[in-house]
Every structure is written in C-alpha cells, then in structure tokens.
C-alpha cells in the first residue's frame, strides 16, 4: 500500500522558536496533502489542505501565519508551527490520497511537538 | 460542535466475539464514511469505507454498517482478535471536499 512518512518524529522546541515538520509520500505522488492535529485523548482536527503549487487551505480557527504550509513537490509538503508556545504542543499528522478523488487517504505515523 | 460523535469512549471483548463499534453524525451533507484503526503514537490506518449509496460493506472480519435515516454507522469485527485492540476512529466526508471530520474515537481492548 500506499507509504507517508514524516519528520522529525518527535522534537522538543522553546518557546518562541519555529519548527519544521516534514510529510512525505514515499511511493506515489500527491497533489494534495491534507494536515491534522491531535490533543491527548481527543480527535483528530483537520488545520489544513495542502496543494502543490499553491496556497494552502486554511480551516477555519487555524492561523495561516503561525502554521505555514508549503507544498514544494508531488512527494513533500511541509508544516512549520513560528513562534511556537507550550500551547502547540500537540501531535501533528498528515496524510495524502494516492489516488482521485481522494476518498481513502494515507496517514504518516504523526510528529509529537513539545514546546517548553 | 461535534459532527461526527463516538459515544462509547471505550469497550472491552472476549477474544473470539463480536465487537461493535458505533458512530453517530449530524451532518446530512456527509456522502462517504470512513473507519481508522490507530495506535499510539502512530498514524491512523484506513480500515473500511462505505459510501451513502450503500447500506453495508464487508471486508474479511470487517463490516460496516451505515443507517442514513438515523445518521449512524457501525462497525463490526467478527471474530475479535487480541491484535485488534486499539483506538478506533470513524471519519466523514462531505460530498466533493475530502476532508475527513472525525469522531473522537473509541479505544477497543479485546481480552484473550
């Protein structure tokens, strides 16, 4: 099946830098990437669409200034929390279709930031 | 606003029988429904899907069971298997978007 993989796995920041979390599809190409974050024993929210070779597409609460999205090829796209705060401690995942419409989607196994 | 609800937080089984794993939306917008087995610290893992046009869907010891009238789905293992305990999500989509919205999960323990 389909491969995501992301990184770092796991980063610990202080407070007011920034950090780069990258998400790959390893054996397919996807012009779409989609973003989620997770807080402990809730659900799965997604922040983001990610499209390549172009803006990505909020979802509504997310600010589109602090978590920035660049989708650089069919096979990257990357997150980078700025000025990151305890509060964006949280687990990030992404996942990306392999095919369209992008009805079954394919995770990344999730970077855990913590932000002292 | 929680669109897509699993009310059971958690549930424990007996190896061998069935587990059933329930999902309720308010959504009526909502077309395709998904099912994500995920383990700590990892990425969900697709399970089985259904689209609205369908009532059921079945694939090895999974199936999925969607009432439109009642906004509910439900999945079933059959048989349970001490591999299978994990955190299950139910995921939603609403017609054209793909974008999941997902419930907030149940955590199955299936005891040996």
């Known amino acids: 099946g389909a491969v995501v993989s992301q990184h770092p796995s796991w980063v610990i920041c202080k407070s007011g830098t920034s950090v780069k979390i990258e998400c790959r599809s390893l054996?397919?190409?996807?012009?779409?990437m989609f973003w989620y974050r997770q807080f402990p024993k809730q659900s799965l929210m997604l922040m983001a669409t990610?499209?390549?070779?172009?803006?990505?597409?909020?979802e509504q609460g997310v600010e589109k200034d602090k978590f920035l999205i660049n989708h650089a090829s069919l096979t990257l796209s990357t997150l980078t929390v700025t000025s990151a705060h305890p509060e964006d401690s949280s687990f990030y995942i992404c996942?990306?279709?392999?095919?369209?419409?992008?009805?079954?989607?394919?995770f990344g196994p999730g970077t855990r930031l913590t932000v002292t | 606003d929680q669109q897509v609800k699993q009310n059971s937080p958690s549930l424990s089984v007996q190896e061998g029988r069935i587990s059933i794993l329930n999902c309720d939306y308010t959504?009526?917008?909502?077309?395709?429904f998904l099912w994500y087995k995920k383990y700590p610290a990892e990425g969900p893992t697709f399970l089985i899907s259904?689209?609205?046009?369908?009532d059921k869907n079945e694939d090895g010891r999974f199936t999925v069971f969607l009432n439109k009238s009642a906004k509910h789905l439900s999945l079933h293992i059959v048989p349970s298997q001490p591999g299978d305990s994990a955190v299950y999500f139910c995921?939603?989509?609403?017609?054209?978007?793909?974008?999941?919205?997902f419930g907030t999960g149940t955590r199955l323990k299936v005891l040996a």
């Open positions: 990610s499209n390549e070779g172009s803006k990505a597409t909020y």
């Open positions: 996942s990306a279709p392999d095919k369209w419409p992008p009805y079954e989607q394919y």
């Open positions: 054996d397919f190409q996807a012009t779409t």
């Open positions: 259904i689209s609205s046009i369908k």
């Open positions: 995921a939603a989509s609403e017609g054209g978007t793909y974008k999941y919205i």
């Open positions: 959504n009526s917008m909502f077309d395709y």
